[in-house]
C-alpha cells in the first residue's frame, strides 16, 4: 500500500515558477515508477511526466517538455514537479501516482496508488 500526498500547489503569473512536492508514507517507495498527472474542470485527467524508480530515466508530455522537471529523493521517499515558464494552460488538479510496473511509463491505467491532488492556478 502507498499512500500520496502532494504540496507545493498555488497561485503564479504567467511565466513564473512552482514546485510541487508528493510525500509516500510506504517503505517500498523506491521500487515504484512515479509519475504527475494533472486535470483541469471538465476535461480527462492527463500525464504530465514520469520518472524511473532510481530516477535514471524520465519521460515528459510534449507541451511541458524543457518546461517542467521530474526528479525524486528516495532517502526522503519524496517527488517532485519543477514548473517553469508556466502558462494559463498549465491551470489544473495536479497529482502524483505511482507505478507498479517497475520501469517509467505514460500511460494512465499503469499507476495504481494517487495522491488527493494539488491545486495549481496560472494566471494569464
Known amino acids: 500500500q502507498v499512500q500520496l500526498v502532494e504540496s507545493g500547489g498555488g497561485l503564479v503569473q504567467a511565466g513564473g515558477s512552482l514546485r510541487l512536492s508528493c510525500t509516500a508514507s510506504?517503505?517500498?517507495?523506491?521500487?515504484?515508477?512515479m509519475g504527475w498527472f494533472r486535470q483541469a474542470p471538465g476535461k480527462e485527467r492527463e500525464f504530465v511526466a514520469a520518472?524511473?524508480?532510481?530516477?535514471?530515466?524520465?519521460l515528459y508530455e510534449r507541451s511541458v517538455t524543457g518546461r517542467f522537471t521530474i526528479s525524486r529523493d528516495n532517502a526522503e521517499n519524496t517527488l517532485y514537479l519543477q514548473m517553469n515558464s508556466l502558462k494559463s494552460e498549465d491551470t489544473a488538479v495536479y497529482y502524483c501516482?505511482?507505478?507498479?510496473?517497475?520501469?517509467?511509463?505514460?500511460?494512465?491505467?499503469?499507476?495504481?496508488?494517487w495522491g488527493q491532488g494539488t491545486q495549481v492556478t496560472v494566471s494569464s
Open positions: 501516482a505511482a507505478a507498479r510496473t517497475g520501469w517509467v511509463v505514460a500511460q494512465m491505467d499503469e499507476y495504481v496508488y
Open positions: 510506504a517503505r517500498t517507495f523506491s521500487n515504484n515508477p
Open positions: 520518472v524511473s524508480p532510481t530516477g535514471g530515466d524520465t
